[in-house]
């Protein structure tokens, strides 16, 4: 597949070590084009935009994230493929890659059971459905000429996917832990990029948000299947995630949460995007000032 003019290499070099993933600026009342500006400022050399990004809508979004900063690399985290046709999704990530050359990333995804319900669809053999849509994205939308597709990362938690992922840009684990990197990293091999999201608190009063947001996840079966490969329990995940879950999951306070992206970074990750929740259990943009300072050191890397 043609993963357009950015080298891994390159692609890894302008990310640097840390980024920002967050919910769609739209649910979030944010202006995007604000929103893109204040990461950048923040020192933040990414940021994932969740939510399915099931629409051309959402990738207007993501343009305003482009134009609102100078060279903030800008991904759906993820776009959800039960949403979209292969040609549809490839004209939408052409014209980013066109527009912002170097500054966009494909992010792919297969969802969850539940959600793909709501598009209408049955979920069945997730996997397969993924190696045919990429396949079919590897034709050129058909609109005047051929124009160059953007790196692909897929999301990835088990060892299928995350073999399929060493195929393109890389890989983009969710609601994971350092563990679960250390296991990535040789699925993958040395050169694809692995990028795995870490939700964190540095907000005193965010203690319920964050139940809240961990009790989402937990209602999903792909995660709680992953998180038991990890050593937790059906008593772990129960009634929206045991103490020890939810601490090892979404590292609360300064320390802790220096502790965690450090974790994914020396377990082999190469550019870790944290999401800091505030006290709805959502991305709390006005966070992005203590979270630079706390992993300060290692946006400088």
């Known amino acids: 597949m043609s993963v357009g003019m950015t080298t891994t290499d390159e692609l890894r070099s302008r990310l640097g070590r840390v980024g920002i993933w967050m919910g769609s600026p739209s649910a979030l009342g944010l202006d995007p084009a604000a929103a893109g500006r204040a990461i950048e400022d923040a020192g933040f050399t990414s940021v994932w935009v969740g939510g399915g990004n099931a629409r051309p809508e959402d990738f207007a979004t993501m343009r305003g994230l482009l ?23 490839r004209a939408e990530a052409e014209r980013l890659e066109a527009d912002f050359p170097g500054r966009f990333i494909l992010g792919l995804g297969v969802s ?3 959600l793909v319900a709501q598009l209408g669809h049955v979920y069945e053999k997730p996997y397969a459905k993924m190696e045919k849509f990429l396949d079919e994205l590897d034709h ?12 692909v990362v897929l999301a990835a938690l088990g060892p299928k996917m995350l073999r399929l992922s060493a195929r393109f840009a890389g890989a983009h684990p969710y609601f994971t832990t350092p563990e679960h990197t250390a296991v990535a990293r040789p699925i993958l091999g040395p050169e694809p990029l692995l990028i795995p999201e870490q939700a964190v608190s540095l907000d005193p009063a965010a203690a319920a948000g964050v139940r809240t947001y961990a009790a989402r996840y937990l209602r999903l079966p792909n995660y709680t299947q992953s998180l038991k490969n990890f050593g937790f329990t059906d008593e772990d995940i129960a009634d929206g995630g ?24 020396d377990a082999g990750a190469d550019h870790v ?5 505030g006290a709805t259990g959502a991305f709390d943009i006005g966070q992005l000032g203590v979270l630079a300072d706390t992993v300060g050191g290692l946006l400088e890397d």
């Open 67 to 89: 134009s609102g900063s100078d060279r903030l690399v800008v991904a759906p985290g993820i776009a959800n493929i039960w949403a979209w046709e292969p040609a549809a999704i």
């Open 273 to 277: 995007v944290v999401q800091p929740l």
């Open 140 to 151: 050129p939308a058909q609109h005047g000429g051929e124009r160059e597709l953007p790196p």
């Open 242 to 265: 045991s103490d020890h879950l939810v601490n090892t999951i979404i590292p609360s306070g300064v320390a802790a949460v220096l502790s965690a992206v450090r974790g994914h970074l």
């Open 112 to 114: 969850h059971a539940p």
